[in-house]
């Protein structure tokens, strides 16, 4: 069965530290890939997502991340945290054969200020 | 409509009682998934709607966790028997199915299950 691996389940960055959130997923056809959040006491929402083309996709609020389809990976990075960026992000996979999709663990982000 | 509706937004309930949580996918979204988040959890998969197919159940907890989709629109999610272990919040998704190329979840804001 198709999974995904978020290797970090809580994370804590000062301000203006680098961010690197890993996820790995299992399935090795054709896959969608997204990176989810949810801030305090919202809903979770699109961050980014990869379909085809470039591996490096760029999203909302300086958000990127890169498909390695070697790896197996998409992790989801940001030059320099922001307080507001405190939030739980999770990763997702979408398998165009089963079309359905799979949701990570999650990953917890504090940033103090 | 606009966005994938859930009710109630809140339900609190006594310990042995039956629930019934509701969603409302974006119009044309064939895909639907309900998901359990528990407090400081991740998102726990129970259950996927995809068209007319039989439905994927592997991720429901117990036979007292039920769904069924009517018209391939609204679900509605059944608690029979609720414990204090049930207690939270109840997520549903949905999407454009295989044959589309945005396969993006759109998610409700959740229905926040109290069991007392």
């Known amino acids: 069965a198709q999974s995904v691996s978020q290797h970090n389940h809580h994370v804590i960055l000062s301000e203006a530290a680098s961010l690197e959130l890993g996820c790995n997923y299992s399935y090795g056809g054709t896959v969608n890939l997204f990176w989810y959040v949810q801030y305090p006491g919202q809903h979770l929402q699109l961050l980014l997502k990869?379909?085809?083309?470039?591996?490096l996709v760029k999203g909302i609020k300086g958000f990127e991340a890169e498909f390695i389809k070697s790896k197996f990976s998409f992790n989801l990075r940001k030059p320099s945290v922001q307080w507001s960026d405190t939030a739980e992000y999770f990763c997702a996979v979408y398998n165009t054969n089963a079309g359905k999709s799979t949701f990570g663990d999650g990953t917890t982000l504090t940033v103090k200020p | 409509g606009a966005g994938v509706s859930q009710s109630p937004s809140n339900k609190v309930t006594e310990k042995g009682k039956d629930v019934e949580l509701r969603c409302d996918p974006i119009s044309g979204h064939t895909a639907l998934y309900w998901y359990r988040q528990s407090l400081g959890q991740g998102l726990e998969f129970l259950i996927y709607?995809?068209?007319?197919?039989?439905?994927?159940k592997s991720g429901l907890p117990s036979d007292r966790f039920s769904a069924e989709r009517t018209g391939g629109s609204v679900s509605t999610l059944t608690i029979q028997r609720t414990q204090q272990e049930d207690s939270a919040v109840y997520l549903c998704?949905?999407?454009?199915?295989?044959?589309?190329?945005?396969?993006?979840?759109?998610f409700g804001q959740g229905t926040r299950l109290t069991v007392v």
């Open positions: 990869y379909f085809s083309g470039d591996p």
């Open positions: 709607f995809q068209g007319n197919s039989a439905p994927d």
């Open positions: 998704a949905s999407s454009f199915g295989t044959a589309r190329v945005n396969t993006e979840a759109f």
